[in-house]
T-cell receptor, first 111, second 115 residues
Framework: GESVGLHLPTLSVQEGDNSIINCAYSNSASDYFIWYKQESGKGPQFIIDIRSNMDKRQGQRVTVLLNKTVKHLSLQIAATQPGDSAVYFCAENANDYKLSFGAGTTVTVRA | NAGVTQTPKFQVLKTGQSMTLQCAQDMNHNSMYWYRQDPGMGLRLIYYSASEGTTDKGEVPNGYNVSRLNKREFSLRLESAAPSQTSVYFC??????????????FGDGTRLSIL
């Protein structure tokens, strides 16, 4: 079975609010984690990554938090915009060349 | 900036037909990958090529073959298509270091239906 999963399959958020997307993983040996965004009809687009020697990393409007104690990963999107509506996937490096993906969370931004 | 280019974008096959999905990247990446994506599921790795001249099985390789033609191109072949292979297929590439250090870059997919 998959070692990566998302807590909620859908998330509805008001435009301008912050979004938090959660992900749980089960392989304590994983050392690299990635968040992807997938819009309808497109391939996954890299958002941000984090290595296991870090617990937080920030990008433009996005922050990834890693809690290795409880094997939890989250993606925070600040001031959510309509263009943020998409499916978000977390992925982990379980071992070289075998990246495991979660099933995805669909984010819908309400105007 | 083309990135990862997949052809065709859509295809309909009959059961038993053969088909080759093409993928090319212009980022000088060493590693390339083929995934399939089914409704409600994450991407599952079919085959990968760590570097030119090498290929290895992923999570769901049965019914598929691959060819790493050169550093730029990595093709996926269905020798005898089955309805269970109806899916969206994504090709990806990454710089040296494999998964452990670098993110993968994806194409926009091939939507394949097998009747």
């Amino acid at each position: 079975g998959e070692s990566v999963g998302l807590h909620l399959p859908t998330l509805s958020v008001q435009e301008g609010d912050n979004s938090i997307i959660n992900c749980a993983y089960s392989n304590s040996a994983s050392d690299y984690f990635i968040w992807y965004k997938q819009e309808s009809g497109k391939g996954p687009q890299f958002i941000i990554d984090i290595r296991s020697n870090m617990d937080k990393r920030q990008g433009q409007r996005v922050t990834v938090l890693l809690n290795k104690t409880v094997k939890h990963l989250s993606l925070q999107i600040a001031a959510t915009q309509p263009g943020d509506s998409a499916v978000y996937f977390c992925a982990e490096n379980a071992n070289d060349y075998k990246l495991s993906f979660g099933a995805g969370t669909t984010v819908t931004v309400r105007a | 900036n083309a990135g990862v280019t997949q052809t065709p974008k859509f295809q309909v096959l009959k059961t038993g037909q053969s088909m080759t999905l093409q993928c090319a990247q212009d980022m000088n990446h060493n590693s390339m990958y083929w995934y399939r994506q089914d409704p409600g599921m994450g991407l599952r790795l079919i085959y990968y090529s760590a570097s030119e001249g090498t290929t290895d099985k992923g999570e769901v390789p049965n019914g598929y073959n691959v060819s790493r033609l050169n550093k730029r191109e990595f093709s996926l072949r269905l020798e005898s298509a089955a309805p269970s292979q109806t899916s969206v297929y994504f090709c990806a590439s990454s710089p040296p270091g494999g998964y452990s250090n670098q993110p993968q870059h994806f194409g926009d997919g091939t939507r394949l239906s097998i009747l």
